[in-house]
């Protein structure tokens, strides 16, 4: 779908073949998931590695090995060592995240947009667009790590309570400055020019996240042909 894009492809990917794993094997590998999360990686090289640690598990699993002995070596040596081989270089996960919660931010405007079209409504009220931002943020920060596994979660639990923390100091600075003041995207006079605008920003972003992860597929794939 025009949605979706190289990340996700990735991370469905990795999804499915970590909810089919038996669970004596993923007992193994969820503290190596979760030391590779704790890394300072882009989004895009957190997928590829942890698809490279699916990948030595799935065969463990086959050869009824341990995962440590397939891996020769503690799992943070192993870890460390295929971030080195492949040359990834230390990279704040923060620009993506925020152009992520961009993203989503106005998509769920969008959709608040059209609920008070149909509302016939004289604006985008405030609270529509609190919800908009904190599901957003929800989506970015806490929905992947929820949902992408089916159940088996594989977070750093540091990093998590971080997260969460960021979650709600968040949502109550933005609850705090709409119950002060009036922010409203007013729709009376001129709905379908707000709409329009909305929509075209939404595809723009669409556009742009698409991009931004294909290019960082294609590094992939030319270092993967060296």
């Known amino acids: 779908m025009f949605w979706s894009n190289e990340l996700t492809k990735l991370r469905n990917e990795n999804a499915g073949r970590i909810a089919d794993m038996g669970e004596e ?30 990948d030595i598990a799935e065969e463990a699993e086959v050869q009824g090995a341990e995962l440590d002995r397939k891996m020769g070596m503690p799992y943070q040596a192993f870890c460390d060592f295929l ?10 996960s923060v620009g993506e995240m925020l152009l992520e919660t961009v993203t989503y931010f106005v998509w769920w405007l969008t959709f608040f947009g059209v609920v008070s079209l149909i509302q016939n409504a004289g604006a985008i009220q405030s609270n529509m667009i609190l919800a908009a931002l904190i599901a957003a943020m929800a989506v970015v920060l806490l929905g992947g790590h929820m949902f992408e596994y089916r159940g088996r979660l594989s977070m750093d639990p540091k990093k998590w309570r971080i997260q969460i923390g960021v979650m709600v100091v968040c949502f109550l600075v933005l609850a705090a400055v709409t119950s002060r003041f ?45």
């Open 182 to 226: 009036s922010i409203a995207i007013p729709m009376e006079s001129n709905k379908w020019a707000v709409m329009g605008i909305l929509l075209v920003v939404s595809l723009l972003l669409l556009v742009i996240r698409r991009w931004y992860w294909s290019r960082q597929a294609g590094k992939y794939r030319q270092e993967k042909e060296r």
């Open 83 to 92: 971030i080195d081989r492949r040359g990834i270089q230390k990279k704040s």
């Open 25 to 54: 094997m993923w007992e193994q590998l969820c503290p190596v998931l979760q030391y590779l999360s704790a890394r300072q990686l882009s989004l895009f090289d957190q997928e590829r590695i942890k698809s490279e640690l699916i």
